[in-house]
């Protein structure tokens, strides 16, 4: 079945720096999706992808479609405390999503 | 607006009792509806979904069985656990046509002891 290979797994950084994450694939997907989870919570849609070469913003948070279809990244900028949480990339194609393994993230005040 | 709600939210159990996690969604119709597993640490598996009323897709061989008995309710069952079937388990919708969104419930938490 399809994979998705997300990374880095774990981030650990200070309040106000910024983050990158990303996630690819050896399958073409149609839309791209990043999600973030709170603890004991369900997944939260961020950002949705349609378009190879898409870029999308979410106020700090900017996510891109990659051209080749087979990877996506996430970006979230001057990172706050309420930022902590695990993000999953999600591949859309033929009509099933495969997600990532997820991106735990830890923000030090 | 529309909102998913799936309960118990957190559920201990014995190996080889029965299990059904409830979930419903209001506000939409004809939605399509999924059951995903997650480990600990890992990613979201997804367990079954649903198109419609009674028609139900199994992802992967288990011991969990799935039924759809309205247009809006989705039922997650067993009848007799394992211990690997503990885990956290999510509920989601996505609109029938087109979107790839999926909207998830809060989430039950089961252990198998």
């Known amino acids: 079945g399809q994979q998705l290979n997300q990374s880095p797994q774990s981030m650990f950084i200070q309040e106000g720096e910024d983050v990158s994450m990303n996630c690819t694939s050896s399958?073409?997907?149609?839309?791209w999706l990043w999600y973030k989870q709170d603890p004991g919570e369900g997944p939260v849609l961020l950002i949705a992808?349609?378009?190879?070469?898409e870029l999308t913003s979410n106020g700090r948070l900017t996510a891109q479609f990659g051209i080749t279809r087979k990877d996506s990244f996430l970006n979230i900028s001057a990172s706050i405390p309420s930022d902590v949480g695990i993000y999953f990339c999600?591949?859309?194609?033929?009509?099933?999503?495969?997600f990532g393994d997820g991106t735990t993230l830890t923000v030090k005040p | 607006s529309q909102t998913i709600h799936q309960w118990p939210a957190t559920l201990v159990q014995p190996v080889g009792s029965p299990l059904s996690l409830e979930c419903t969604v209001e506000g939409t119709s004809n939605p399509n509806l999924y059951w995903y597993r997650q480990a600990a640490g890992r990613g979201l598996q997804l367990l079954f979904y649903?198109?419609?009323?009674?028609?139900i897709s199994s992802e992967v061989p288990q011991n969990l069985s799935a039924s759809r008995p309205q247009d809006r309710q989705f039922i997650l069952s067993s009848k007799k656990l394992l211990l690997s079937d503990s885990g956290f388990y999510l509920c989601?919708?996505?609109?029938?046509?087109?979107?790839?969104?999926?909207?998830f419930g809060e989430g039950s938490r089961l252990t198998v002891l």
């Open positions: 989601a919708w996505s609109v029938r046509e087109g979107r790839a969104e999926l909207f």
């Open positions: 992808l349609y378009k190879a070469g």
């Open positions: 649903s198109v419609g009323i009674g028609q």
């Open positions: 399958s073409i997907f149609n839309t």
């Open positions: 999600a591949g859309r194609g033929a009509g099933k999503s495969t």
